[in-house]
């Protein structure tokens, strides 16, 4: 069975400071994705980041950075000099091959001025 | 507007009617999916397909939901004898083969069952 777990399900921080949302996740598959989505406030779910299984890189995107980690099955996010425009709920959601998306609970982000 | 657009926003009903959600993908997108979401709560997969066959349907959806992709482009969820429970967030989002788990979502039709 797949399961993705984000066990963080609030967290506030200052402006400016930095944060990382921590996703850990499970399956038996040997090929896998591993996605975060951002949902503002606004609503729609947006799409941020996939990594394949075979790709443990990590990846830097301006202020935002993903730690991919087979070893812990960790694929945490990391936003640098956090801005308010940040506050959101990210989620993590991990795929097989056949591209049925499973999602975290999320972490709701505040990002306080 | 070249997003995916689904219709209506807002329903409201009442419990036993029927209720049906019309999603409108980017149009050269050949999957569409279906997920369900209530407050505090990540996305639930319901279904979804590859133009217009139903590849896979989850085994939470009771039979009272249904879902069709008749031409392979829009798509149509369907409730039957709505409970209160059924009252969520039905989101739609759609992606290019190719580009797997990179999904683009609808802003969502929100359904309350009084």
Redesign the interface.
């Known amino acids: 069975a797949q399961k ?1 777990t984000q066990a963080q399900t609030e967290i506030s921080v200052v402006e400016k400071e930095d944060v990382t949302l921590d996703c850990v996740y499970e399956t038996r598959d040997t090929t896998y ?1 591993l ?1 975060w ?1 951002k949902q503002p406030p ?6 941020l980041i ?1 990594r394949n299984s075979f790709d443990e890189q990590n990846e830097i995107s301006g202020r935002y950075s993903w730690n991919f980690q087979k070893s812990t099955s960790s694929f945490n996010f990391t936003i640098t000099a956090s801005q308010v425009v940040d506050s959101a709920v990210y ?1 993590c ?1 991990l ?1 097989n ?10 972490t709701r982000l505040h990002i306080l001025p | 507007d070249t997003g995916v657009s689904q219709n209506p926003r807002h329903k409201i009903t009442k419990r036993g009617q029927n209720v049906t959600f019309r999603c409108d993908p980017i149009s050269e997108h050949n ?1 569409l ?1 279906w ?1 369900r979401q209530t407050l ?6 319901l279904t ?1 397909f590859q133009n217009e066959a139903q ?2 349907k989850s085994r939470l959806l009771s039979d009272r939901f249904s879902a069709e992709r008749p031409k392979g482009s829009f798509s149509t969820l369907e409730i039957q004898r709505t409970e209160q429970g059924d009252s969520a ?1 039905y ?1 739609c ?1 759609s ?1 290019l ?1 190719r ?10 039709s929100r359904l309350t069952v009084l």
């Open positions: 993705v994705y996605f989505y606004s609503g729609e779910l947006v799409f996939r989620f959601a795929s091959r056949d591209d049925k998306i499973i999602f975290g609970k999320g | 999957r999916y997920y505090g709560q990540g996305p639930e997969f979804y590849l896979e967030m989101l989002a992606s083969g580009r797997t788990g990179e999904l683009f979502f609808g802003e969502g």
